[in-house]
């Protein structure tokens, strides 16, 4: 039996139920990633968390694993570059080798409709968009280390 075909979760950011026979990729082809989509037949995009010059990251529900992680997905050019998707490999196996309380656990490499990811455990704590929100200083750069 296939468990990927007997998989039934609920994905709460689409309001749908996650099923081999509705489709486990609802993931337009194209454009950004946005809340309620699934990638990789796995990841529910639930909310944007932070974006950078190469990736925006998200916090998905893996529906594999019931669990919550950080969903990285890079876009831009960068990742046509030669050698890039070689790079990110090398990275993302140096990382799995860390083991620090200040380092999030890397999951999940992988490609859905074109955009490269990877999931990583998901922090605890508030961004800094929202600590500016209720009036608390955020660290400075010099603090986060």
């Known amino acids: 039996m296939n468990l990927a075909s007997s998989l039934e979760v609920p994905c709460f950011a689409a309001n749908v139920t996650i099923s081999a026979e509705n489709g486990f990729d609802r993931r337009p082809s194209a454009g950004p990633v946005t809340e309620g989509d699934v990638l990789a037949n796995r990841y529910c995009v639930e909310r944007r968390l932070a974006s950078g010059g190469s990736a925006t ?10 669990c919550h992680v950080a969903l990285k997905v890079f876009g831009g050019t960068e990742a046509q570059l030669p050698g890039w998707r070689r790079r990110l490999v090398r990275e993302v196996r140096l990382a799995r080798q860390v ?8 999951f999940d490499l992988g490609v859905a409709g074109g955009l490269w990811f990877m999931t990583m455990e998901l922090a605890r ?3 800094r968009e929202e600590l500016v929100a209720h009036e608390r200083r955020p660290p400075s750069d ?3 280390y």
């Open 125 to 127: 704590g508030a961004l």
């Open 57 to 66: 990251v998200f916090r998905a529900f893996d529906t594999q694993l019931e």
């Open 99 to 106: 083991r620090s309380a200040h380092v999030c656990p890397v």
């Open 142 to 144: 010099a603090e986060w």
